[in-house]
T-cell receptor, first 114, second 114 residues
């Protein structure tokens, strides 16, 4: 069964460092998302990506965040200068054309900022 | 904007007992409704969704949910739970129209005891 894969599963970094979280969505999917979940809180939408551009982003997704799909398979989330409050589980998801709301999620990347 | 409230953060039940996980939503526009499940150390997986039509929706693993527009609710039910149903369950909503972002509730941890 096709699946979304995320790397790394866990990353520990120092405040102020750059972090790149990687995702390989399901190959024929067209819509891509990043969500995050701070421990004990809701799963929050960060950004959606379609047709090689951001289609929507949340207030959380400020100038420190960026996404790209560099090679047609990977979908990355970059945090330029991490803050303590960026510590969270980050989930990548992809969605096929016409499958409304049927997101396929990866297992998540846990980011710990010290 | 849409919001989701899951009234119970934890629900313990005994095996073979029925269970109901409650979800209420708020929105000024028409929405689609979803339940996702997250098993330990896995990504979120779609259980069922309501887009239109019959208000009683059946999903995988014997779960069902009923959309109640007047009460703005979408409660999840299962008549007889198994140990393997132990997981975290997330209710989510999106605006109608296309591939819109999902807005999640905080989740309900269901623990099924022998």
């Amino acid at each position: 069964e096709p699946e979304v894969t995320q790397t790394p599963s866990h990353q520990v970094t120092q405040m102020g460092q750059e972090v790149i979280l990687r995702c390989v969505p399901i190959s024929n999917h067209l819509y891509f998302y990043w969500y995050r979940q701070i421990l004990g809180q809701k799963v929050e939408f960060l950004v959606s990506f379609y047709n090689n551009e951001i289609s929507e982003k949340s207030e959380i997704f400020d100038d420190q965040f960026s996404v790209e799909r560099p090679d047609g398979s990977n979908f990355t989330l970059k945090i330029r200068s991490t803050k303590l409050e960026d510590s969270a589980m980050y989930f990548c998801a992809s969605e096929g054309q016409g499958f409304i709301g049927e997101l396929f999620f990866g297992e998540g990347s846990r980011l710990t900022v010290l | 904007a849409q919001s989701v409230t899951q009234l119970d953060s934890q629900v313990p039940v005994f095996e073979e007992a029925p269970v109901e996980l409650r979800c209420n939503y708020s929105s000024s526009v028409s929405v689609y409704l979803f339940w996702y499940v997250q098993y330990p150390n896995q990504g979120l997986q779609l259980l069922l969704k309501y887009l239109s039509g019959s208000t009683l929706v059946k999903g995988i693993n014997g779960f069902e949910a009923e959309f109640n527009k007047s009460q703005t609710s979408f409660h999840l039910r299962k008549p007889s739970v198994h140990i393997s149903d132990t997981a975290e369950y997330f209710c989510a909503v999106s605006r109608q129209g296309g591939s819109e972002k999902l807005v999640f509730g905080k989740g309900t941890k269901l623990t099924v005891n022998p």
